[in-house]
């Protein structure tokens, strides 16, 4: 480059940075001032969370017989809920119960995903008759009430001869998770630039190779989200698991409502207290390590327009 | 605005369909959706269908002279009216019966179902607004905006039990004496707090998946342009996270007319019956006589499934409004 | 689309019908090893770890003929659903099952369980005939008692010498309560069980009855029967008992009772040792029991066989070295449950380690069943609905009482 082009190029840089430095500083201050707005919601966001969560955790280092103190920090203290949470001596098994959980929230969040995702690419993007009616049987599994599955499910699988698997459990995890997978994915592929597929299928991609390389992962904070919540769901679940599960198979959820005290009519708070302590933590830490996926945005180039 | 207006509607391109293409889409759109049916005509579809056939007999009758039970036969519409129309045999159902129950328990499932999610909608949406900006230690925020969730409904409801107890940690911060559990709208409002807790994470997250389509270019064009933090809210936020704020209400609705196992640990459906909803009758019905049960199961999911019509219909719910709809402009 | 679905729904219809005709498990028959060979025994949650210790023993004295014991939730309308369950899908899974005494009728009555009769015979005579009154349907047995349960009077010694007799008295003695600023009785009436096991006390002891003797008939429009409910609804509107009773089941009313806050409770005999042991218990040493006032609800459990089960005979006796002296001592002095043997409420042994054993076999000789009626469920709604409408103040008690008949009627006709 000449000196003289090199002059123009410099002195439009110095301009260009300039006005950027001149609205970075307006920025700036706007940014400063909001930040301390979001930042103090955010505060008042954790403590609504956390607060029943804080008096769980406190509830759970107190001696049963203090367990309706009201200080806020558990003194006396003492281990001993949680040991009584994971000792098999009265007949709870929580480690196996986790070990359970974890298996049928596993399965039923792949397995959901997998159907949900196919059933939503063909409601979202193919043309079918019948297919308003498909969505509103899929959402009508929705509208049943849980508690009247119980009954007939129990006899169906007794008769099949499937209780004390782990199938009976996925199976109908599975089917509380698909409609709002379905739903949800069929609602974000929606809104996906379609035109990106069909440039690459015009370049000779089939259509799944299209989908899996270039729509999916634009849809990727929607797929963590259902995945997530179907995960939770099936983790929470307590109807179906208390009737179908065995004591091999048995859930956190079936595993914490059998704890009891040492007497009958006696409610052991504190031990629960900490079995839920110990069965929340993982989740938390689950989405700790997955939460920057479920706020990916449309950051893959030639898109935004 | 321009820019919104472009972001509103991703461009696609005109394809016209020839015969044999819808054709070959057909079947491979039947055979996407097949597994999903598949597992819901199982796990739900026979039940539905067994609690229809089941809902048309009489439960049985207890047979005098040897004091067991006996078939009952066909009862046509008589499980119907006896929640309907309160209908226990020749008489009115008398309190203390689920034919009595069944008019409150409708209304109170509807009371917690509107003020659960109305009240979920908008602390989710805020949470969500809250969780997408940019600031530190918001991965922490995220993760304990989860916990509610993430507790297993039964020890929630065993932990709210604890706190609204008469001696519990609520009574000593409000400094009073109320008896949360035995009066009729304190029990309400400790089902409905408790519930928005447990499950506005729910919606927060749907949401917030939902405002991740939403570039961060229009915002800073409509700051550009002059428009205030509120107009951009209702203008561009709103619109554009309309589909997944859909979804997430309808689902929430749907649950919520379900709700089983938060009053029933909590409160057991009491005092009286202010707390008992749809499904905890059905739970009560079983016990007694599980045709009138099943009939019970039937009309539960007729009233939701009028609430998801209602929904869809007019609401905007409709998620599955395809490419040449929307270029008709239908969506 | 129309054929597939159509191809759909058909194939629906039949899996279904296919599904209802298949029998469950296998067709529960008679067995070809003369009804003997391993058991599961069916209970709820074992709080005191007991059950574990008599299963070896069994096992050891019959290495084939095992048991196998299956522990449900400790809540008992949870309970109750999983037996229900099990029967209803006809599964040959459960053998021995512990039936509260209230759903004696309703399973019997349904046909899920075996009468104790013929080549299944079991010899009660030892028992206490309350207890085996319990397991008894339409002149039939159909479980073996195994544990009792009947209501005492727990009050404090240091305020008061000698325990009132009848209710009135209690409340004439509230005045000691109010002069020590305690609250005066407490007892079980949030919306559930133990709301109608304290109003049939009161009924009862009021001379009056909630059924009539055939089991079925509601009979509480008698003025005895008001006078009863009268004696709660009058005891919550003056304060005698404190309005907070209305969210009390057993455990909070204990809790309330160790740290001194009342005068009088009514509970199970669990509560005593309870009250000498726990740390944070004011009334280690004040607190003193006698027999209700009024006439205790029989509680207790008792021991049937499935109908369904394929190894009766190995049922019937387990069944019986449950119900063995041997067995008994045990579940009283590891489990603090109340035993079925008449004898052993006298036994020097076992009173010193449960003083309250004589007080609770005054209760439980003069105590009286809840309604026996296979229709047990919706009778006791009706009644716990109604109950607590009376004693909030909300519905008159006669209202109430009339109310509770219509309901306990319609519950009755099965419809």
Known sequence: MSTATEAVVTQGRRRRAAKTADYANVRYKRHVGASLRTGVQAIIIVIWCLLPFYWMIVTSFRPVDHTFDTNLLPIPFTWDNYATAFSTELGNHLLRAIGNSLIVGLTTVIVSLIFGVTAAYALARLEFRGKSMLAGIILGASMFPAVALLSPLFQLFTNIGWTGTYQVLIIPSISFALPLTVYTLTSFLREMPWDLEEAARIDGCTRLRAFWQVILPLAAPAVFTTAILAFIASWNEYLIASVLSTDATQTVTVAIAGFTGSQPHQEPYTAVMAAGTIVTLPLVVLVLILQRKIVAGLTAGGVKG | ?331 | MKKITITAIGGLALAALALSGCSGGSSGGSGSDNGRGPITFVQGKDNSNIIATLAAQWNKLHPDQKVTVKQQSDKADQQHDDLVQHFQAKSTDYDVVTTDVIWTAEFAAKGWLTPLEGSLKLDTSNLLPATVKTATYQGKLYGGPYASDGGILYYRSDLLKTPPKTWDELMADCSIAKRAHIKCYAGQFAQYEGLTVNFAESVNGAGGEIVKSDGKTPNLETPQALAGLNQLVTGFKDGDIPAENKTFQEEQGRQAFEAGQYLFMRNWPYAYSLAKTDSTSKVKNTVAIAPLVTNSSLGGHNLAISAYSKHKATALDFIKFMESPAVQKQIVLKASLSPVIASLYDDPALVKAAPYLPVLKESILKAVPRPVTPFYPAVTQAIQENAFQAISGTVAPDQALKNMQAAIMSAGSGN
């Open chain 2, 1 to 331: 605005m321009s820019s919104v207006a472009q972001a509103k509607a991703p461009s696609r391109p005109p394809t016209v369909k020839r015969g044999s293409q819808k054709d070959r889409e057909r079947q491979t759109a039947i055979w996407l959706i097949i597994p999903t049916i598949v597992i819901l005509a199982l796990v739900i579809g026979y039940p539905i269908v067994t609690a229809i056939i089941e809902s048309f007999q009489k439960d049985p009758g207890l047979d005098p002279s040897t004091g067991m039970f006996n078939q009952g036969g066909f009862a046509g519409f008589a499980n119907y009216s006896h929640f309907l129309a309160q209908q226990c045999g020749t008489v009115t159902c008398p309190p203390g019966t689920n034919g009595a129950a069944f008019w409150t328990s409708v209304g109170n499932t509807f009371l917690f179902t509107v003020a659960t999610v109305v009240l979920e909608t908008v602390l989710g949406v805020w949470m969500a607004i809250i969780m997408n900006r940019s600031f530190r230690g918001r991965a922490w925020v995220r993760a304990s905006v989860l916990v509610p969730w993430a507790i297993p409904t039964a020890v929630t409801a065993k932990l709210m039990l604890f706190m609204f107890a008469t001696y519990g940690i609520v009574n000593v911060v409000l400094q009073q004496q109320i008896l949360w559990l035995s009066d009729p709208a304190a029990a309400r409002i400790a089902i409905i707090v408790s519930d928005v807790w447990k499950t506005t994470p729910f919606m927060a997250l749907l949401i917030l998946a939902g405002l991740q389509i939403i570039p961060d270019e229009i915002y800073e064009a409509a700051r550009v342009d002059g428009a205030s933090t509120t107009q951009q809210f209702f203008r561009i936020t709103l619109p554009l996270i309309k589909p997944a704020l859909m979804v997430a209400v309808l689902f929430r609705t749907l649950d919520a007319l379900r709700m089983y196992d938060l009053p029933a640990i909590l409160t057991g459906g009491g005092p009286g019956i202010s707390t008992t909803t749809l499904s905890m009758l059905v739970v009560s019905q079983i016990r007694q006589g599980f045709n009138a049960a099943a009939a019970l199961s039937t009309l539960t999911f007729i009233i939701i499934f009028l609430v998801a019509f209602v929904f869809v219909r007019f609401l905007g719910a409709n998620v599955v409004a395809t490419q040449s709809a929307t270029k008709k402009g239908e969506a």
